[in-house]
C-alpha cells in the first residue's frame, strides 16, 4: 500500500532562515507528487507539483521541491522563509489509483 | 467565483442528531472526494464518485452516506452523530485521468458535536 512519511512534524524558524521539510513515499512504480499548504483555518491549496520531467519543480511564493527516484523523497525547500509562511504542509502522492495519499503534515512556525 | 464551495463551514451539533454537509464544484471536474481531517490534522480519504458512481470507499461507519445528485455535487450526510465524528471534513474534485494535476479543496466544513 502506498505511504506518505513526512518525519518533522512541528519546525520554528525566524524569518530569512532557509528551509527544507522531508517527505517520503512508499511505492516503487510511477508517482505523482504534490506538496500542500493550509493557513490557520483554511483550506489546502496546491504549492506544487511533479508528475514528470524536471525532477526539481517550483511552486508558487518561491518554494520548490525536488523529486529524488532512488531515495523515494520529494523535499520541499525555501531559501528564505517569512511570517507568512506559518501554515501546516502536507506532503502527498498518487500512484495510478483515484486517491491522493497525504502525509501527517509538518506545522511550520515562522517568528519576525 | 468560488470553485469547490462547502456549507456550512461550521455545524454544531448535539449527539445523536442527524445532519448534512453540501459540496458544489463549477469546474467541470468528473471527479468528487470527502476527506475528514482530524484534530491533529491528520487528512484521510472517505469517498470518491466519479460521475455519480461511487467508486472509493474506506473503512468508514454506514453512518456516513454520500451522494451525488450529479457530478457537480456530493453531498455528505451524516446519521446519529458521534462525539469522534467531530472533525474538518472537506470536499475536493479533479479529473478523472488527470490526478496529476492535483485536487482543487473546498474551505472545509467545521463540525462539532457535543
Known amino acids: 500500500a502506498q505511504s506518505v512519511s513526512q518525519h518533522n512534524h512541528h519546525v520554528i524558524l525566524s524569518e530569512a532562515a532557509s528551509l527544507e521539510l522531508g517527505c517520503n513515499y512508499s511505492y516503487g512504480g510511477t508517482v505523482n507528487l504534490f506538496w500542500y499548504v493550509q493557513y490557520p483555518g483554511q483550506h489546502l491549496q496546491l504549492l506544487l507539483k511533479?508528475?514528470?520531467?524536471?525532477?526539481l519543480v517550483k511552486g508558487i511564493k518561491g518554494f520548490e521541491a525536488e523529486f529524488i527516484k532512488s531515495k523515494f523523497s520529494f523535499n520541499l525547500r525555501k531559501p528564505s522563509v517569512q511570517w507568512s509562511d506559518t501554515a501546516e504542509y502536507f506532503c502527498a502522492v498518487n500512484a495510478n489509483t483515484d486517491k491522493l495519499i497525504f502525509g501527517t503534515g509538518t506545522r511550520l512556525q515562522v517568528f519576525p | 467565483d468560488t470553485a469547490v464551495s462547502q456549507t456550512p463551514k461550521y455545524l454544531v451539533t448535539q449527539m445523536g442528531n442527524d445532519k448534512s454537509i453540501k459540496c458544489e464544484q463549477n469546474?467541470?471536474?468528473?471527479?468528487m472526494y470527502w476527506y475528514k481531517q482530524d484534530s491533529k490534522k491528520f487528512l484521510k480519504i472517505m469517498f470518491s464518485?466519479?460521475?455519480?458512481?461511487?467508486?472509493i470507499n474506506e473503512t468508514v461507519p454506514n453512518r456516513f452516506s454520500p451522494k451525488s445528485p450529479d457530478k457537480a455535487h456530493l453531498n455528505l450526510h451524516i446519521n446519529s452523530l458521534e462525539l469522534g465524528d467531530s472533525a474538518v471534513y472537506f470536499c475536493a474534485s479533479s479529473r478523472k485521468g488527470a490526478l496529476g494535476y492535483g485536487y482543487t479543496f473546498g474551505s472545509g466544513t467545521r463540525l462539532t458535536v457535543v
Open positions: 511533479y508528475f514528470s520531467g524536471d525532477p
Open positions: 469546474l467541470g471536474h468528473d471527479t
Open positions: 464518485y466519479n460521475n455519480k458512481e461511487l467508486i
